[in-house]
């Protein structure tokens, strides 16, 4: 396996201080799995060319084999470990490069902190669903991504591509940025990890992703393929990726398919509420969320079941995903202090449809850790109509997000408007 980070930073060298690997030396690093080694290509002042090369022991490999592995008789020994880089190649990189993972240079910090020119070439890479997802996950980082698949035979090309692509990223990243991307993103190409998977590697992926991954309009793809596809820990990951970019996570367990083509529930959700708000031209308009989210901002603190002079005189308000952060019991002091005290024009109200989640196939309870309940369109129904008695206003249903004609739509709205 090979990979290799170029720089036309001048000068260029400077990449082997970032790297903690100097150029003038061939240094080779045991792994449980082969032997990694780091050498130059190239040195100059103009470019400068780090190559991580990775002799996989395919026999030592099979006799750490685990027995309840499933694999066929020689599956161990016929394979392309030798040339394509996987979840191996990741770990050796991740192993080989820690420091330079960390963001650390004493030497060139002000370096290490910032972008650099940089190109990352490896020439074998499974990649699953073709060289579109690799350009899915990676252009959104600020890479320009040319990936060329591979011919299954260059002498039959009426076989077509095989599975393989030689990948080429070039872009101003952050090296320790790029590295962690790498990290995280060749086994989700890969669709496959060589060793096995605890409650730890949910931790790793948190860590590797930073700042980049809770943003990444990807970011469900990418952490159930990174875990294997093991449910209980994507749903671990989601939830917390869900905390740090202050937005629900309503596709765990989404078809794959429908995750990387159909438009995220969270935009769908987002546009629905915005038109409503240019329908009824609300100039002034008061936005909610739930406690966890407000707990870490310090703009207009309040609690939506007290009541709060601040909150009057507004010509909408919106509650979205908002209603089942709330335990049944305080309900109608949200009420209140909405609809009775507060008393908006207009008033959105959206919340999941929990007969919709019969179509998500990994997902088992509620679709977030921190839901109280979630509604069925009869029960969301009947609160609507209530409130509407008790405060004098109207409601309107619109379905939001994919709408199955058995269990209806992922997300329910309401649109209150004051009579």
């Given at each position: 396996m090979l990979l290799t980070i170029s720089t036309t930073h001048v000068p260029a060298t400077d990449l082997g201080h970032l790297l903690h690997k100097h150029p003038d030396r061939v240094q080779a690093f045991t792994q449980s799995f082969g032997t990694a080694t780091v050498l130059y290509p190239e040195a100059g002042e103009e470019r400068c060319t780090a190559a991580l090369l990775l002799e996989v022991d395919s026999v030592e490999l099979a006799r750490r084999r685990s027995r309840g592995t499933p694999d066929?008789?020689?599956?161990?020994?016929?394979?392309?470990?030798?040339?394509?880089?996987?979840?191996?190649?990741?770990?050796?990189?991740?192993?080989?490069?820690?420091?330079?993972?960390?963001?650390?240079?004493?030497?060139?910090?002000?370096?290490?902190?910032?972008?650099?020119?940089?190109?990352?070439?490896?020439?074998?890479?499974?990649?699953?669903?073709?060289?579109?997802?690799a350009h899915d996950l990676f252009a959104p980082l600020s890479w320009e991504v040319e990936a060329t698949p591979l011919p299954l035979d260059e002498r039959f090309p009426a076989w077509g591509d095989s599975r393989y692509v030689h990948l080429r990223l070039r872009g101003d990243v952050r090296l320790a940025d790029a590295l962690n991307q790498l990290y995280v993103l060749l086994p989700v190409l890969d669709e496959s990890k060589h060793y096995w998977q605890g409650p730890d590697e949910v931790d790793k992926l948190l860590r590797a992703g930073g700042d980049w991954l809770a943003t990444h309009p990807a970011r469900e793809l990418v952490t159930r393929r990174y875990l294997g596809r093991a449910a209980p820990y994507a749903r671990v990951a989601l939830a917390r990726l869900a905390e740090l970019d202050d937005r629900p996570d309503d596709t765990v367990g989404a078809p794959e398919a429908d995750v990387a083509v159909r438009r995220p529930l969270r935009v769908a959700r987002r546009d629905a509420v915005l038109e409503v708000l240019r329908e009824v031209e609300a100039h002034s308009v008061v936005d909610t969320m739930g406690e966890r989210q407000s707990d870490r901002l310090s703009l207009l603190q309040g609690a939506l079941t007290y009541e709060d002079e601040r909150l009057a005189g507004h010509d909408a308000a919106v509650l979205m995903e908002v209603v089942e952060h709330v335990d049944p019991t305080r309900l109608p002091a949200l009420e209140h202090v909405v609809f009775g005290a507060a008393r908006p024009g207009t008033v959105v109200v959206t919340t999941p449809n929990v007969e919709h989640n019969v179509l998500y196939p990994d997902?088992?309870?509620?679709?977030?850790?921190?839901?109280?309940?979630?509604?069925?369109?009869?029960?969301?129904?009947?609160?609507?109509?209530?409130?509407?008695?008790?405060?004098?206003?109207?409601?309107?249903?619109?379905?939001?997000?994919?709408v199955d004609a058995e269990h209806g739509p992922a997300t329910q709205m309401g649109v209150f408007r004051r009579g």
């Amino acid at each position: 396996m090979l990979l290799t980070i170029s720089t036309t930073h001048v000068p260029a060298t400077d990449l082997g201080h970032l790297l903690h690997k100097h150029p003038d030396r061939v240094q080779a690093f045991t792994q449980s799995f082969g032997t990694a080694t780091v050498l130059y290509p190239e040195a100059g002042e103009e470019r400068c060319t780090a190559a991580l090369l990775l002799e996989v022991d395919s026999v030592e490999l099979a006799r750490r084999r685990s027995r309840g592995t499933p694999d066929f008789a020689l599956a161990q020994h016929v394979n392309d470990r030798s040339y394509a880089a996987s979840s191996l190649l990741a770990v050796a990189l991740a192993d080989v490069f820690s420091t330079a993972r960390a963001g650390i240079c004493r030497s060139r910090q002000e370096l290490a902190d910032g972008p650099l020119p940089l190109e990352v070439e490896i020439p074998v890479l499974p990649c699953r669903g073709g060289p579109q997802v690799a350009h899915d996950l990676f252009a959104p980082l600020s890479w320009e991504v040319e990936a060329t698949p591979l011919p299954l035979d260059e002498r039959f090309p009426a076989w077509g591509d095989s599975r393989y692509v030689h990948l080429r990223l070039r872009g101003d990243v952050r090296l320790a940025d790029a590295l962690n991307q790498l990290y995280v993103l060749l086994p989700v190409l890969d669709e496959s990890k060589h060793y096995w998977q605890g409650p730890d590697e949910v931790d790793k992926l948190l860590r590797a992703g930073g700042d980049w991954l809770a943003t990444h309009p990807a970011r469900e793809l990418v952490t159930r393929r990174y875990l294997g596809r093991a449910a209980p820990y994507a749903r671990v990951a989601l939830a917390r990726l869900a905390e740090l970019d202050d937005r629900p996570d309503d596709t765990v367990g989404a078809p794959e398919a429908d995750v990387a083509v159909r438009r995220p529930l969270r935009v769908a959700r987002r546009d629905a509420v915005l038109e409503v708000l240019r329908e009824v031209e609300a100039h002034s308009v008061v936005d909610t969320m739930g406690e966890r989210q407000s707990d870490r901002l310090s703009l207009l603190q309040g609690a939506l079941t007290y009541e709060d002079e601040r909150l009057a005189g507004h010509d909408a308000a919106v509650l979205m995903e908002v209603v089942e952060h709330v335990d049944p019991t305080r309900l109608p002091a949200l009420e209140h202090v909405v609809f009775g005290a507060a008393r908006p024009g207009t008033v959105v109200v959206t919340t999941p449809n929990v007969e919709h989640n019969v179509l998500y196939p990994d997902l088992t309870g509620l679709r977030h850790p921190d839901h109280r309940f979630e509604w069925t369109r009869a029960e969301f129904a009947a609160w609507c109509e209530r409130v509407c008695a008790a405060h004098g206003y109207t409601v309107e249903h619109r379905p939001v997000g994919p709408v199955d004609a058995e269990h209806g739509p992922a997300t329910q709205m309401g649109v209150f408007r004051r009579g």
